[in-house]
Each structure stands twice: as C-alpha cells, then as structure tokens.
C-alpha cells in the first residue's frame, strides 16, 4: 500500500523523515495509519507491538509518552506494555520519556498492574528502575518537577517548614476523648503527631532498646507529644537529650516537666548538629528522629551526621518513615531507596512493621483522609562494617567494592 502522502501534514513530515519502505516495513504502516488517526492514539494501540514500529512512533511523529492515554482507562502505553508482561517495551518506553509513577483513572501506576498481572520479571524490572531513579535524584540539586508523575514526593518543602514554624501549634482533642489527643498545626489543620500513633512509637522504642542495658545515652529529635521519649524513659537513661525547635511544643515540654530537667537543645535540627561539634552534644546509644513538614532532603542532610553521632557498632538509629506511603508500592520503592542511601553514610538497615487500623487514623483536622491500610514500616540502623566507599561526582557515594570508574576519591 503506498504511503498516504499529500493529504496530511503530519504524514507529509513523517514521510519525509522515515526510510524507504525497502528499508523498513513499519514506515508504510504507521504514514497510513497517521492519515486517519493521531500519534498518540497509535502508540496507545500499538503499546505491545514492535519496538521499530514504536521507535517510528515516537521519535519521528512525536507521540507522547508521559501525556498520551486511553481516555476510558487513563492506560498510557506503559500501563498496557505492564500489564501484558512486554517487558522489552517497558523498557524502551522508560528509557523513552515514560512516566513510572504515571497512574491510571483508578490511581495504579504500571508496577502496579504488573505485578496483578503475575509478571513478575517485568514488575521487578519497574521496581529497580524507580528505585534507581528516586535513589540519583536526591543527590542532584532540587529542581522543580514537571508534575507529580515525574517524582511523587520530592517537593520544595520550604514554604511549609517556614509556614509551621510561623504557625500556632495547639495541644488538643478534636473528639474530646484522650484516644484523639493531638498536637495539631492551626495554621493548616493538619495535625503534627496524633494520639493514634503511638502503637508505632511504642514498637520503634521497643526495637531501638531491645537488648541494651540501662542508662544508655539517647537523642530524640523532635518531642511532638512526648511518645516516644515516654518509652524511652522506661530504659532510665543515663542522657537523654531532646532537640526540639517550635516554641509552643517548648512551652508544652515546660508544662509537662520534660523541659529542663534534662539535657536539651531547642535549636532546629540538622542545622543544630551540623554546628555543635560531636563533643559537644556526644555520641548516642539510640537515635531517633521524627520532625514534621521537612521533606526527604532534609533527612538526607541527617544522615551524614549520624556516624558521627554514634557510640559504637552496637549502637541503633531509627526514624518515621511516612515517605510515599499513600501508596504501599510507592512506600516499598522509597524504602528501598532509604536503605541506599543510609548504606552509602555506611549505615545497615533492618526494617520491621507495625500496623495500625486505618479507620483509627486521621491527618488533618478539617479534612477526612483515608487512613494507611497498610504497616507502617520501621527502619532500625546500625554502622555497617567498614566497606570501601567511592565518591561519584555529581551523584554522591557508592558503597560499591570496586572502585568505580567516576570515582574521584575513595575512602575507607
Ligand atoms: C511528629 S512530631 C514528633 C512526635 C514524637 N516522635 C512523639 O513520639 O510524640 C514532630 C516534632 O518535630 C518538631 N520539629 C520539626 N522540625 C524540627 C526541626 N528541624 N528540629 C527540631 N524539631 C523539629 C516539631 O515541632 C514536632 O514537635
């Protein structure tokens, strides 16, 4: 069939850029079909068909990868190459411009109806890659992301960090009942730390404590409610230092007599151990930190602080982890990207769960939030065993053995 040039622009261009028909069969195919239909709606139809055909597609008449979709499902070609197992073009479509956290009229992304669909080669393989894409960016410099599809976390969080720090925190039970006690932001609604939580305090002490003597040293960053270092106070520690930075919670720890008694700092973290030399404040037993509003990039200028920070190779860190978690695979991929890069400041993470019924959880204070229906996940770190570290330019460290090729020093 010849080529339907002439009648179209589209095709005309498309024409004029693919090879001839001798060279390649698709061209024939993908110039006729152009003349009935668009880009797009070819490359949603042909998502499992033959990379050629979607090379011609995509790269010579432009159909988009991110944006097109199925209008009755919200399918893009990745959602239909996943949940067909076509793992070549899932492969082809990511390394092309496709979205993995792209989502569906329903909400799921294209792991997630891979792994629905048993595939799980292909699942796998969605997995690794955002994992190894969420891992990189955050030793890149923070730019703004074109939308949510492109990173569902990563945000400029200084607008809220300064917003809360502005804000009226109040202590209070929105039910009237001590179950729903909170500390909630009024500026917002949204509630900082919530009486629901503390099944998973109590477990995080728990797991932070179990075997260690008494009168270990502890460091808590962020008192909220006062949780965890209620647990904590049950190991009678011999140091327990608090650093917490929001007044109205300073005025709260005076009230309740957790102010002053004991070892605190009232600065915010991690600019406060950043400054303070590692005497000054000391070396710990047990770690722990749970601040509000800061987002992961925060945590990350945590983490190299806390080798430093610990007493020895007995000695365990722990933190909330709520990053992605209104998705369970989204909550699996950051954990495994935690786990990265706490190994890469040459920390080992064991993780555990604790589960909380969703109906009992709530976030803001005005707005209904459906609860987490799946654990929480509990990361417990300790010093890993010294292993020949690299440094990447523009990327960071590489826990790596060999030395990698980019590596411009290597320390161990
Ligand atoms: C979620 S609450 C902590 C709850 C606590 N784990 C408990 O068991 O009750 C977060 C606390 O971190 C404090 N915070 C937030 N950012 C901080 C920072 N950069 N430095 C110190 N404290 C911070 C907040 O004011 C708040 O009191």
């Not at 960090?161 to 917002?188: C, I, L, N, R, W």
């Not at 005005?366 to 010093?383: A, F, M, T």
């Amino acid at each position: 069939m010849p080529a339907a040039t002439g009648t179209n622009p589209i095709v005309d261009s498309v024409d004029r850029r693919l090879p001839s028909f001798d060279e390649d069969p698709d061209r024939d195919l993908v110039a006729s079909m152009l003349s009935y239909t668009t880009p797009d709606c070819i490359l949603i139809n042909f998502a499992c068909g033959p990379i050629s055909l979607l090379e011609k597609v995509v790269c010579v008449a432009k159909a988009d990868l991110r944006e097109a979709c199925c209008p009755f499902s919200g399918y893009t070609a990745l959602h239909f190459a996943a949940e067909m197992g076509v793992e070549e073009n899932v492969r082809w479509m990511l390394d092309h411009g496709s979205a993995w956290n792209g989502r569906d009229r329903l909400g799921n992304r294209a792991i997630d109806l891979a792994r629905k669909e048993g595939h799980q080669e292909c699942s796998k393989f969605l997995f690794e890659y955002a994992v190894e894409k969420e891992y990189a960016r955050y030793y890149l410099p923070y730019t703004t992301p074109p939308d949510e599809w492109d990173n569902p976390v990563d945000k400029d969080r200084t607008p809220q960090v300064e917003g809360y720090f502005k804000s009226v925190v109040m202590y209070t039970s929105p039910q009237q009942t001590a179950h729903d006690f909170a500390m909630v932001d009024m500026g917002t609604g949204t509630g900082v730390m919530m009486e629901w939580e503390r099944p998973l305090m109590k477990e995080t002490a728990r797991l932070l404590l179990e075997g260690l003597p008494k009168g270990v040293r502890i460091l808590n960053v962020g008192f909220g409610l006062g949780i965890i270092d209620t647990y904590f106070q049950e190991n009678c520690p011999s140091n327990h230092t608090i650093i917490e930075a929001h007044p109205n919670c300073i005025d709260f720890m005076r009230k309740t007599r957790w102010f002053g008694e004991r070892n605190r700092h009232t600065e915010r973290s991690p600019q406060l151990v950043s400054k303070v030399s590692r005497e000054e404040i000391g070396r710990f037993d047990v770690v722990y930190f749970d601040t509000f509003a800061e987002g992961y990039r925060a945590y990350m200028e945590f983490y190299q602080y806390l080798p430093s920070l610990l007493s020895g190779p007995n000695a365990r860190v722990s933190f909330f982890h709520g990053l992605g978690a209104h998705s369970l695979t989204v909550y699996e991929i950051y954990s495994e990207v935690i786990s990265r890069h706490l190994y890469d400041v040459g920390l080992n993470v064991d993780w555990s769960e604790c589960h909380i019924p969703p109906e009992v959880q709530w976030i803001s204070y005005s707005e209904g939030v459906d609860g987490q229906n799946h654990p929480y996940k509990i990361p417990i770190c300790r010093l890993a065993p010294t292993v020949r570290r690299t440094v990447v330019p523009d990327c960071g460290w590489r826990g790596d053995f060999e030395a990698s090729p980019l590596s411009t020093k290597s320390v161990t």
